[in-house]
């Protein structure tokens, strides 16, 4: 076994409205995340199931969980493969499927990302870093549904 990494958050509920979940519509579904003195994440559910529209989601977060984790793989790649990026955007997508007894899960993810380099030799290497980044992904590891990508990218324009 290698290194043992561990990880905390606090999880509490904000959504109690005075009444508890006395019913299904008598509570909200907010909450707020606090990890080690940083910025506090708040949070809902999907507005599908009664979530705040305005909070991060799960879902959400676990997309953006799969794209970030993506992206630090991939920056560190190119760095000691000598491929400058310059800038890196992803508009990532996932489907989930919710079943007719009110679970769900995901079935897949599409990160999309756009890489802009600094020169056209470095757009030789793209692909196969971006497919070795999604190998060495701890959180796409750590899924049982499949993380795709659709990659474009280009080289960076001198002012």
């Known amino acids: 076994m290698g290194k043992q990494h561990t990880y905390n958050a606090n999880l509490t509920w904000t959504g109690n409205t005075g009444q508890g979940t006395e019913t299904y519509r008598s509570y909200q579904r907010s909450y707020s995340i606090s990890i080690n003195n940083k910025i506090t994440i708040e949070g809902s559910s999907d507005p599908a199931f ?8 799960p879902e959400e977060m676990l997309l953006m969980s799969l794209s970030s984790c993506h992206m630090l793989w991939f920056l560190h790649l190119c760095s000691e493969a000598g491929v ?76």
């Open 50 to 57: 009664m979530g705040n529209p305005s909070l991060h989601n």
């Open 84 to 159: 400058v990026v310059t800038a890196y955007t992803d508009n990532a997508s996932a489907i989930m499927v919710e079943e007719s007894n009110g679970s769900g899960r995901f079935t897949e993810v599409v990160l999309h990302p756009h890489v802009v380099v600094m020169h056209q030799d470095m757009m030789l290497q793209i692909d196969d870093l971006h497919k070795k980044a999604n190998q060495y992904c701890f959180i796409a590891n750590s899924v049982n549904f499949p993380v795709k990508h659709v990659s474009t990218s280009e080289v960076h324009q001198q002012d």
